[in-house]
Structures are given as structure tokens and as C-alpha cells.
């Protein structure tokens, strides 16, 4: 599962950097698909579309300029409540500039969704 999601954000930092408004990824995973809504939502990518072919499926994501960088976090490091401001000055270029991308016992979300719940997880990315 780690390498599916470093591969997936290489693929769509690769294709930021080259310029490209479209990247495609492979395997697809409810996972990345869940990591890729939480990009959406916070504006880092367009849009992204499943499309099922017969190997299983790749997903198309178009990329906007907001985008600067995005990378898996490894190794998976938990994180409690009161600790989160520690991570976000570490893998964030300011505090309120990006979001990390936690796994919760609530499913996926960000850590300002992380904290104003007051609940920690183990760290996914970060993306800014």
C-alpha cells in the first residue's frame, strides 16, 4: 500500500513539474482514491476520473497550478493531537501552507479536520 501511494504522488508531482495538466495512475486503489478527494476538496488538483479497463482499472487526474509539491510520508509515523503542530513545521514549508494527509480511526483526512476533532493517526503525505 506505501509504495502505491509513493508511486501515485511521484506520477502526479513528476507531471506538475514537466508542465503536464494530466497524469495518469496505475494500480488503481480505493486508498489513492481517497487520498486524490482529499487533494480535490483542498484544491491541489482539478479533478480525477476512474476509468475500469479490463486490467483493472487507472485513474486520470488533472493537475492545477496550486500544486507545488506532494510526497508520501515514510515511514509511517503516528502522531497525536498535541504533536501535530511538531510535523506540520517539519514537512510543511509554513504553518496554514498545506495540508498533511493522516489516517484516523475515522477514515482519511487532514490534519486540520485531524485536529479540530481532536483525534490523532499515522501520518499518509503531505502536500502543499
Do not use: H, W
Not at 509504495?3 to 495512475?25: F, M
Not at 493537475?63 to 504533536?83: A, H
Not at 477514515?107 to 499518509?124: F, H, P, Q, S, V
Amino acid at each position: 500500500m506505501a509504495d502505491q501511494v509513493s508511486n501515485a504522488l511521484n506520477v502526479i508531482y513528476t507531471s506538475r513539474v514537466s508542465a503536464k495538466k494530466e497524469c495518469i495512475i496505475t494500480p488503481m486503489s480505493n486508498f489513492i482514491l481517497k487520498i486524490l478527494d482529499i487533494m480535490n476538496k483542498s484544491g491541489y488538483i482539478d479533478k480525477y476520473e476512474v476509468i475500469n479497463d479490463a486490467r483493472g482499472g487507472f485513474i486520470k487526474v488533472v493537475i492545477n497550478e496550486n500544486l507545488n509539491r506532494c510526497k508520501s510520508i515514510r515511514p509511517r509515523l503516528p502522531v497525536k493531537v498535541d504533536e501535530m503542530r511538531k510535523y506540520e513545521e517539519r514537512y510543511l514549508p509554513a504553518i496554514g501552507f498545506g495540508i498533511l494527509i493522516i489516517s484516523t480511526n475515522k477514515g482519511l483526512m487532514t490534519n486540520i479536520e485531524a485536529r479540530d476533532e481532536k483525534i490523532g493517526g499515522t501520518l499518509i503525505a503531505y502536500v502543499y
